[in-house]
Structure formats: C-alpha cells, structure tokens
C-alpha cells in the first residue's frame, strides 16, 4: 500500500493519488468521512451530492435521513479523484459511482488527509470558506 503525495496538474487542480484504490471505511457522525486503501480520508461536512447510477441523491451530514446512499460507496473503487481550485471535489467511482462536494460560504466544506504518520510523508488539503483549497493546513490558519 502507497500513500502518495497529492499533485497539482496543468489545470492547476488538485490530483488524489486514489485511482484504483477501494473505500475501505465510511463513518458518519456530523460529516460523512470516507477512507481510502486505509490511508486516505475524506471527510465532508456539508451538503454534497452522491451519484449511484442514474440516481443524484443530495446528502447533508447534519440531517441523518439524507445519508443512507452513502453506503453504496463501500468497497467501491476510485477512477478519478481530485479538488478543484474553486473548491469543488469530484470524485468518481467504477460501476457509476460519484461524489460533487461544492465549496461552502459559511464553512469549511470538506477536508482531506493522506499518509501514515510518521512513517510515510502525508499531506492534508482543506477546502476554505467560501471558496479555494489550502494545502498542509486548515483553512482558519490561512
């Protein structure tokens, strides 16, 4: 199992080093968090969007009744995974799986952690209020 760094492509997004890997974890409390390949977590605490087949199904982690279709997402595997510079993060499963979490205005909308500490160098993005990402901190910090 590899936890690589996070990379920034030419369409100055940033690329989750997730392909090919399976959610192995998904927990709600107050934000619906997913774990990937055991090192990777996603944890998005306001309203998004989950795609299971033809079906968008609109999730808020504060409101218990909008959750269940988040466990169509365990054990599926990731094709593509990456947060844009605006602060939307796309992530899009095998078997026509997705996940679209927006930016927030008011709040931070979805944090994301790699790595094993401290025996692999992690990295941590965190999408700000309002809009854009910060990378290795949280937003507040920015």
Known sequence: ???????????????????GREVDQICVDFAVTFVVD????????????????????QVDPADI???????AFHRAVVRSAVAEHDGTLRIDFEGGLGLLAPPDPADEAWE???????VTPGYRLVAKRGGGVLVGGRADDA
Do not use: K, N, Y
């Not at 009744?65 to 466990?71: E, F, I, N, R, S």
């Open 65 to 71: 009744q909008t959750v269940a279709p988040v466990l």
């Open 38 to 57: 055991g090192c990777h977590s996603v944890r998005i605490g306001t309203a998004f969007t989950a795609q299971v087949g033809q079906q968008a199904h």
């Open 1 to 19: 199992m590899a936890c690589d760094e996070v990379t920034r492509d030419d369409a100055g997004r940033w690329v989750l080093p997730w392909d």
């Open 112 to 118: 994301i952690d790699g790595g094993l500490p401290p």
